[in-house]
Nanobody, 123 residues
């Protein structure tokens, strides 16, 4: 069955960096668009980044453009999110997801989700 396991979260001071990883198994990873979402307490889950099958196209939410980079290593079945210049408002649980249709930042494109990894940014 599909498994998505996020890692790399933690606590960091504002301005710092983290790299999240998502190890995928149980499906042909290279053929799927993959995405990163986040959910802060009391807020809706929002799309942060997505990367097409093959990695030729990437999508980033406006709030993270210039600071976050999404990438994938199909040989390792792993998705990454490099987060630089972290801000307090980036604190959230971050989820990776595999798209079932389309490729973008909309939740409805995705139907397989990991358990999430917590990112906490402090001042």
């Amino acid at each position: 069955q599909v498994q998505l396991v996020e890692s790399g979260g933690g606590s960091v001071q504002a301005g710092g960096s983290l790299r999240l990883s998502c190890a995928a198994s149980g499906f042909p990873f290279s053929a799927f668009c993959m995405g990163w979402f986040r959910q802060a307490p009391g807020k809706e889950r929002e799309g942060v980044a997505a990367i097409s099958s093959g990695g030729s196209m990437t999508y980033l939410a406006g709030s993270v453009k210039g600071r976050f980079t999404v990438s994938r290593d199909d040989a390792k079945n792993t998705l990454y999110l490099q987060m630089n210049s972290l801000q307090l408002e980036d604190s959230a649980i971050y989820y990776c997801a595999a798209a079932s249709i389309g490729c973008g930042l909309g939740r409805n494109d995705y139907n397989d989700w990991g358990q999430g990894t917590q990112v906490t940014v402090s001042s």
